[in-house]
């Protein structure tokens, strides 16, 4: 697991406030999770962090045996102290200036960066929490390339009832398939 900052500017009543966005990113799957975010990141902010992780039940560091971060100073004693005394999940500080040993986490902060938040006039807090959300949602989905998606199929109905397979059209490639009825697999024609 991989967790990182990222900053974002937020209209508030008192102006511009910067916001620091604190995220998981799961290594393996890549699949992210909000841990929180805030105008202050202060040393007592990020122990409830660290608390609100490690929960049993549902904290974002179940099942995990590492946690990648870099040498920010958020990062401090006590945050990471709270991490390490359930004893199943070990801290490990990258080195200095080596962004690419947590790429996934560095490419995802640029993503939403690019693809989301710099499209968006974000006023307050909540407009915030609904644009990641909606962000995470979209990625969850499958935002892919078209050459990444499998095609959907359109099918239509059958001449009779002894019939096994009916025929369909993908939705991408515009190609008609023939599909099993009961559901193993497609087969090309």
């Known amino acids: 697991m ?43 902010w990020m122990e409830q962090q660290a608390r609100n992780m490690t929960m049993e039940e549902w904290g974002s560091l179940r099942g995990c045996r590492y946690l990648l971060h870099d040498r920010d100073a958020k990062f401090c ?18 080195p200095a200036r080596s962004p690419n040993l947590n ?5 995802w902060v640029r993503s939403v960066k690019e693809e989301w938040l710099s499209r968006l006039i974000l006023f307050g807090e909540s407009s915030l929490r609904r644009a990641l959300q909606q962000y995470l949602v979209h990625l969850q989905r499958g935002a892919q390339s078209p050459g990444q998606r499998q095609p959907d199929l359109v099918s239509f109905a059958a001449g009779s009832k002894k019939e096994q397979r009916s025929s369909a059209v993908s939705r991408t490639t515009g190609r008609s398939a023939e ?11």
Do not use: C, W
Request: hydrophobic share 35%; charged share 20%; proline share 3%.
């Open 103 to 107: 790429s996934y986490a560095e490419r």
């Open 2 to 44: 991989g967790m990182d900052f990222f900053t974002t500017e937020v209209l508030t009543l008192n102006g511009s406030t910067t916001y620091y966005v604190l995220f998981f990113i799961h290594l393996e799957s890549r699949q992210v999770k909000l841990a929180g975010f805030t105008p202050y990141a202060d040393q007592e």
């Open 179 to 189: 599909v099993l009825r009961e559901g193993s697999g497609i087969k090309s024609t």
């Open 77 to 94: 004693e006590s945050f990471l102290k709270l991490i390490s005394t359930t004893g199943r999940v070990s801290p490990l500080r990258l």
